[in-house]
């Protein structure tokens, strides 16, 4: 594999740096240390501009080309954020922080841009100007779009935004993508219950919410088996229910949550429309009453044709092309780059991480080997995208 041999010279010091946000775990928009460590590094390394703030906690870097003629701007996102899950992977660097951990790889992300960014400052071979973006609450807090509507976009130029991020299963060395959507659109659904209150010998006295709830939770399966076509994708999962406190009384108030996750924006509107109209029809047939609240989350994860034909090339040139898959199968949960691409032209891609535990898994830990994959696949894109005019 052409991986840029400047990374080896430093990947002692790329694994520290992984290693040092790995113990250190911040959620969401309160990554004040990780933050702060990633625009000292910035600075360190001589690039032109480092801004923080942007989004609340997020942190820009803007590199200068040896040449700027080209005026493109080309920018590279990795999030910073971590979750609130318990660690038992093991390792001697595993989380300080209790019920805090890196536990879908945002750790190596950070760190596979900051090493590119080292290397883009050092050299400056590139004609125009690259933006690197370090990213807080992509777990759920839509850091995306708030680096966004702080003027992420308008206030550095950026013509075009690109993400990578590291996928369990698939072996080191490989890269996938797809032209379109990649990731899903995810809601989530709360519904508030209310019946009539009863003892538990007296159940004809009252409206039961368990048995309403487990009619509700089983007629949600039908919005998918029975209202998608089957070649398309959809998700409904009803992951909580909080009914009663005792064993003798049926409660008046219950509630249940779950979550939607779709491709397609009518699939979207479809899945949405079922859910209140069984919902309510269910409850309503036992007496009860719902109240449902819908909240639409993260849109699709929408890849750029031009861009991702453009990335799939890149990861070519590092790892040869056949180890590329440019027809990756869509998977169903969220990422919050999708604002990005919403905003500007761009592409998502995955890299192998290898036979690991997966994401949000407790006893997972990103795999050091891959950094240099992500460190030259960045510096390669930057360079191929904003190239020096010959000699």
Same mark, same amino acid.
């Given at each position: 594999?052409?991986?840029?041999?400047?990374?080896?010279?430093?990947?002692?010091?790329?694994?520290?740096?992984?290693?040092?946000?790995?113990?250190?775990?911040e959620l969401l928009y309160?990554?004040?240390?990780?933050?702060?460590?990633?625009?000292?590094?910035?600075?360190?390394?001589?690039?032109?501009?480092?801004?923080?703030?942007?989004?609340?906690?997020?942190?820009?870097?803007?590199?200068?080309?040896?040449?700027?003629?080209?005026?493109?701007?080309?920018?590279?996102?990795?999030?910073?954020?971590?979750?609130?899950?318990?660690?038992?992977?093991g390792q001697p660097y595993?989380?300080?922080?209790?019920?805090?951990?890196?536990?879908?790889?945002?750790?190596?992300?950070?760190?596979?841009?900051?090493?590119?960014?080292?290397?883009?400052?050092?050299?400056?071979?590139?004609?125009?100007?690259?933006?690197?973006?370090?990213?807080?609450?992509?777990?759920?807090?839509?850091?995306?779009?708030?680096?966004?509507?702080?003027?992420?976009?308008?206030?550095?130029?950026?013509?075009?935004?690109?993400?990578?991020?590291?996928?369990?299963?698939?072996?080191?060395?490989?890269?996938?993508?797809?032209?379109? $959507?990649? =990731?899903?659109?995810?809601? &989530?659904?709360?519904? +508030?219950?209310?019946?009539? !209150?009863?003892? *538990? @010998?007296?159940?004809?006295?009252?409206?039961?919410?368990?048995?309403?709830?487990?009619?509700?939770?089983?007629?949600?399966?039908?919005?998918?088996?029975?209202?998608?076509?089957?070649?398309?994708?959809?998700?409904?999962?009803?992951?909580?229910?909080?009914?009663?406190?005792?064993?003798?009384?049926?409660?008046?108030?219950?509630?249940?949550?779950?979550?939607?996750?779709?491709?397609? $924006?009518? =699939?979207?509107?479809?899945? &949405?429309?079922?859910? +209140?109209?069984?919902?309510? !029809?269910?409850? *309503? @047939?036992?007496?009860?009453?719902?109240?449902?609240?819908?909240?639409?989350?993260?849109?699709?994860?929408?890849?750029?044709?031009?861009?991702?034909?453009?990335?799939?090339?890149?990861?070519?040139?590092?790892?040869?092309?056949?180890?590329?898959?440019?027809?990756?199968?869509?998977?169903?949960?969220?990422?919050?780059?999708?604002?990005?691409?919403?905003?500007?032209?761009?592409?998502?891609?995955?890299?192998?991480?290898?036979?690991?535990?997966?994401?949000?898994?407790?006893?997972?830990?990103?795999?050091?080997?891959?950094?240099?994959?992500?460190?030259?696949?960045?510096?390669?894109?930057?360079?191929?995208?904003?190239?020096?005019?010959?000699?």
């Amino acid at each position: 594999m052409p991986i840029v041999n400047r990374f080896a010279d430093f990947q002692p010091d790329l694994i520290a740096w992984r290693r040092d946000f790995h113990r250190n775990p911040e959620l969401l928009y309160e990554v004040h240390r990780t933050a702060a460590s990633v625009a000292t590094r910035l600075r360190s390394f001589g690039v032109d501009e480092v801004v923080t703030g942007i989004g609340r906690t997020g942190v820009v870097g803007v590199i200068r080309g040896r040449l700027t003629a080209s005026k493109r701007v080309i920018a590279l996102r990795a999030d910073m954020d971590a979750l609130p899950i318990a660690e038992t992977s093991g390792q001697p660097y595993a989380s300080q922080i209790p019920g805090v951990m890196h536990a879908c790889g945002h750790d190596g992300h950070t760190t596979m841009l900051l090493g590119a960014a080292r290397y883009l400052a050092e050299t400056r071979n590139f004609d125009g100007t690259a933006v690197v973006i370090f990213q807080p609450a992509e777990e759920g807090g839509a850091g995306g779009k708030a680096m966004i509507e702080d003027g992420l976009m308008d206030r550095f130029g950026i013509e075009e935004v690109y993400g990578l991020h590291n996928m369990p299963g698939m072996p080191v060395g490989l890269f996938g993508t797809r032209p379109g $959507p990649l =990731l899903a659109a995810t809601d &989530e659904v709360t519904i +508030k219950l209310t019946g009539r !209150g009863a003892h *538990a @010998a007296r159940p004809h006295a009252g409206v039961d919410l368990v048995l309403t709830a487990a009619a509700i939770v089983q007629g949600l399966q039908s919005v998918v088996a029975r209202n998608v076509d089957p070649l398309e994708s959809a998700v409904v999962s009803m992951t909580k229910i909080h009914i009663g406190d005792a064993y003798n009384v049926i409660a008046e108030t219950g509630e249940l949550a779950g979550t939607v996750r779709t491709l397609k $924006p009518e =699939l979207r509107d479809l899945v &949405e429309d079922r859910v +209140k109209v069984l919902v309510s !029809g269910i409850a *309503a @047939a036992f007496g009860a009453t719902a109240d449902i609240r819908y909240r639409r989350n993260y849109p699709v994860t929408r890849n750029h044709a031009a861009q991702t034909a453009f990335a799939a090339e890149v990861a070519g040139d590092v790892v040869g092309k056949g180890n590329v898959d440019t027809a990756t199968t869509p998977i169903m949960g969220g990422e919050d780059f999708s604002y990005m691409l919403e905003a500007r032209p761009g592409a998502f891609m995955f890299v192998g991480q290898g036979d690991t535990p997966g994401l949000h898994n407790p006893a997972y830990d990103f795999n050091d080997e891959i950094i240099p994959l992500g460190c030259s696949y960045w510096v390669k894109l930057v360079e191929t995208a904003m190239p020096l005019p010959a000699q």
